[in-house]
């Protein structure tokens, strides 16, 4: 694939109008992560909760801390700073992300139950009190993949990051992302395995350069 054009990569912060596309662009990234395919175990699941659901997260990040896109909105990184690990219920009354909840039947809930636990207890036990930026999503149009976006917002993240001397802290469920995001100075600190679901999570970790 051809490289985006140059206005293309321009950095913009999303803004209210922005929200449900930027969503969609991250409901179409993570379709075939395998965290959301464990989660939402079925398509018909995935279709009826993501497009409730990538919107809520984006508007979280934009409460909390950063929503990124580049001008053209085919890639979307969410940003969260220390403090903002728990979303917990006011933060989802903000958020919209209750009524996602609501959608969900028991077994889905249990299964985000038994995954979401381990990700926010890693984060925790890694990086405790220490400043960082939680680089918490980044998705990018599956059309537009290859083509420079994805790299241009991880750019942008660390020209904040480096600049504030912070580290950055990421998990992935796929190791595919390991080797990319290996490719960015970041390293696995842990490697866990969740207990009673396929997944295994790496906690990675991006020193200030």
């Known amino acids: 694939m051809l490289d985006a054009p140059q206005d293309a990569l321009t950095i913009k912060s999303v803004e209210r109008a922005d929200v449900q596309r930027a969503g969609e662009v991250l409901a179409s990234a993570f379709r075939d992560d395998p965290f959301f395919l464990y989660c939402l175990s079925d398509p018909e699941a995935y279709q009826r909760i993501a497009p409730r659901m990538f919107p809520g997260l984006v508007r979280r990040a934009m409460i909390y801390g950063k929503a990124w896109a580049t001008r053209d909105l085919n890639a979307v990184a969410l940003r969260l700073p220390l403090g903002a690990r728990r979303i917990g219920f006011w933060g989802a009354l903000r ?7 609501l959608l969900m039947d028991n077994a889905t809930r249990r299964r985000f139950g038994r995954a979401f636990p381990i990700v926010e207890e890693t984060h925790r036990r890694i990086m405790g009190d220490q400043p ?9 149009m599956p059309a537009c993949q290859g083509a420079g976006v994805g790299r241009r917002l991880m750019r942008h993240t660390f020209e904040q990051t480096d600049r504030a001397g912070l580290p950055c802290y990421l ?7 390991v080797r990319v995001h290996e490719g960015q100075m970041y390293s696995i600190r842990q490697t866990v395995r969740v207990p009673g679901t396929p997944l295994t999570l790496y906690a990675m970790v991006r020193p200030p350069q």
């Open 95 to 101: 958020s919209g992300l209750v009524s996602t909840f």
């Open 132 to 140: 960082h930026w939680y680089c918490w999503m980044m998705g990018v």
């Open 171 to 177: 998990e992935t469920f796929s190791e595919r992302s």
